[in-house]
């Protein structure tokens, strides 16, 4: 059992940076994957950005690239997601998900909300 917990949502202006934490309770490199995805009000949740731990690649939706980048903690359980040119749209709740090597279950965090306005 793996279990993920986020932080560092909240209220930022447009045009701000937030940086997101996702800690899990072992290690990261026993993952296939780790992604962000958020989910707004009345939508579906969508992906945000997605790292393969095995070689660092990564994969981000067409409406953060350039914008967001997820990363790995080399020391090995926590991933982050920085946000940077923050904008209205990118409000949302924010979670955690890790696909395991091997295992058809996966998991996710608790959340964290996100609200971009002046």
């Known amino acids: 059992q793996v279990r993920l917990v986020e932080s560092g949502g909240g209220l930022v202006q447009p045009g701000g940076s937030l940086r997101l934490s996702c800690a899990a309770s072992?290690?990261?490199?026993?993952?296939?994957?780790m992604t962000w995805y958020r989910q707004a009000p009345g939508n579906q949740r969508e992906l945000v950005a997605r790292?393969?731990?095995?070689?660092?690649?990564?994969v981000y939706s067409d409406s953060v690239k350039g914008r967001f980048t997820i990363s790995r903690d080399n020391a090995g359980n926590t991933v982050y997601l920085q946000m940077n040119s923050l904008k209205p749209e990118d409000t949302a709740v924010y979670y955690c998900?890790?696909?395991?090597?091997?295992?058809?279950?996966?998991?996710w965090g608790q959340g964290t909300q996100v609200t971009v306005s002046s």
């Open positions: 998900n890790a696909v395991p090597v091997a295992s058809p279950t996966d998991y």
């Open positions: 072992g290690s990261i490199f026993s993952m296939y994957t």
């Open positions: 790292i393969r731990m095995s070689n660092g690649n990564t």
